[in-house]
C-alpha cells in the first residue's frame, strides 16, 4: 500500500537557522499537502501542491512539490521560537480517497 | 477554532470495556474523517464517511467501528479495549471526499485506557 515517509524525525535549530523537511511517497501522488501540529494542539492545514514541479510561499514558509509528483519538500527560513512544532505532509494517490500522512518531523528552536 | 466540535475531552475507562467518541464536522462539511495518534506519533487513519455513506478504510481495528449520521455529525465507536488503544483520536472534516481537499481538524478525544 501506499506509504509517506518523512525525515529527519526530529530537528533542533538556533532561532534564526533554516529548516527543512522532506517527504517522500512510494507512489504518485495527485497532491500533498502540509499541516503544522503545535504541542497539545491539533494538526492545521497550512497549503496543498497539485501539480507537478509546483512551488509555493508563505512568508518564511516555502513548499516544493516535486517534478515526479513523489516527493515534496517545506523549507522555512530563518525560524523563530513561534515556528515550533510537528509538521506532516500527507498524500493522496490519484485512485484513492485516503491521506496518508507522513509520520512528521518535529521542529524545536532554540532561542 | 476550526469549527470541528469532538466530545468528550478526555475519556478515561478500563480495558475490556466499550467506548463511543462523537465529532461534529463544520457546518457545510459532508466528509468526515477519524485518525489516531498515538504518543508522538504520526496520524493513522482510520476511516472516512461522506454523506453518511463510508467512503475509504484505512488501519481499523475491528473491534472499532464508526458511523456518519443523517445531521452529518459522526461517531466512533471503540470496544473490548486494549491498553494499547491509549491515544488520541481526532477527527477531521472537509466539504468534499476528493482531491483537492484541506481537512480542518478538531480538538481532539484523549482516551486512556488503564
Known amino acids: 500500500g501506499q506509504q509517506v515517509m518523512q525525515i529527519p524525525q526530529y530537528q533542533h535549530v538556533q532561532e534564526g537557522e533554516d529548516f527543512t523537511t522532506y517527504c517522500n511517497s512510494s507512489?504518485?501522488?495527485?497532491?500533498i499537502q502540509w499541516y503544522k501540529q503545535r504541542p497539545g494542539g491539533h494538526p492545521v492545514f497550512l497549503i496543498q501542491?497539485?501539480?507537478?514541479?509546483e512551488v509555493k510561499k508563505q512568508k518564511r514558509l516555502t513548499f516544493q512539490f516535486g517534478e515526479a509528483k513523489k516527493n515534496s519538500s517545506l523549507h522555512i527560513t530563518a525560524t523563530q521560537t513561534t515556528d515550533v512544532g510537528t509538521y506532516f505532509c500527507?498524500?493522496?494517490?490519484?485512485?484513492?480517497?485516503?491521506?496518508?500522512f507522513g509520520s512528521g518531523t518535529r521542529l524545536l528552536v532554540r532561542p | 477554532d476550526s469549527g470541528v466540535t469532538q466530545t468528550p475531552k478526555h475519556l478515561i475507562t478500563a480495558t475490556g470495556q466499550r467506548v463511543t467518541l462523537r465529532c461534529s464536522p463544520r457546518?457545510?462539511?459532508?466528509?468526515v474523517y477519524w485518525y489516531q495518534q498515538s504518543l508522538d506519533q504520526g496520524l493513522q487513519f482510520l476511516i472516512q464517511?461522506?454523506?453518511?455513506?463510508?467512503?475509504a478504510k484505512g488501519n481499523i481495528l475491528e473491534r472499532f467501528s464508526a458511523q456518519q449520521f443523517p445531521d452529518l455529525h459522526s461517531e466512533l465507536n471503540l470496544s473490548s479495549l486494549e491498553l494499547g488503544d491509549s491515544a488520541l483520536y481526532f477527527c477531521?472534516?472537509?466539504?468534499?471526499?476528493?482531491?483537492?481537499?484541506?481537512?480542518?481538524f478538531g480538538p481532539g478525544t484523549r482516551l486512556t485506557v488503564l
Open positions: 477531521a472534516s472537509s466539504v468534499s471526499s476528493g482531491s483537492p481537499n484541506e481537512q480542518f
Open positions: 507512489t504518485t501522488l495527485s497532491n
Open positions: 501542491l497539485v501539480k507537478s514541479g
Open positions: 500527507a498524500g493522496r494517490e490519484d485512485s484513492s480517497y485516503k491521506l496518508i
Open positions: 457546518s457545510g462539511d459532508l466528509s
Open positions: 464517511y461522506y454523506n453518511g455513506e463510508e467512503r
